[in-house]
């Protein structure tokens, strides 16, 4: 059974920070490129960030970068977005990505709410 969840969101101030992960089971995680994406209500998701099976590959959405990190644990089968300097147009459902070939799986995603 292959599963992606997602864990770590909730609600912070604008400036705070939380650290999204993403534990997959039931497939070679190592293999695949995973994302994170995000939609807010009555919005398109958009693609935030993707990093490659080893981590030398790396891509931000122009609106995260330098305040966004992603990484991966292949030991932990983990993905892990760090967001830092929150911002209230960051409020979103957060969802988690695998990619392989013709293969694309997806978490059930997780609120991020930012609001004073």
């Given at each position: 059974?292959?599963?992606?969840?997602?864990?770590?969101?909730?609600?912070?101030?604008?400036?705070?920070?939380?650290?999204?992960?993403?534990?997959?089971?039931?497939?070679?995680?190592?293999?695949?490129?995973?994302?994170?994406?995000?939609?807010?209500?009555?919005?398109?998701?958009?693609?935030?960030?993707?990093?490659?099976?080893?981590?030398?590959?790396?891509?931000?959405?122009?609106?995260?970068?330098?305040?966004?990190?992603?990484?991966?644990?292949?030991?932990?089968?983990?993905?892990?977005?760090?967001?830092?300097?929150?911002?209230?147009?960051?409020?979103?459902?957060?969802?988690?990505?695998?990619?392989?070939?013709?293969?694309?799986?997806?978490?059930?995603g997780t609120q991020?709410?930012?609001?004073?």
């Amino acid at each position: 059974q292959v599963q992606l969840v997602e864990s770590g969101g909730g609600l912070v101030q604008p400036g705070g920070s939380l650290r999204l992960s993403c534990v997959a089971s039931g497939f070679t995680f190592s293999t695949y490129f995973m994302t994170w994406h995000r939609q807010a209500p009555g919005k398109e998701r958009e693609l935030v960030a993707g990093i490659s099976r080893f981590g030398g590959s790396i891509n931000y959405a122009d609106s995260v970068k330098g305040r966004f990190t992603i990484s991966r644990d292949n030991a932990k089968n983990t993905v892990f977005l760090e967001m830092n300097s929150l911002k209230p147009e960051d409020t979103a459902v957060y969802y988690c990505q695998a990619q392989f070939l013709s293969r694309t799986y997806w978490g059930q995603g997780t609120q991020v709410t930012v609001s004073s």
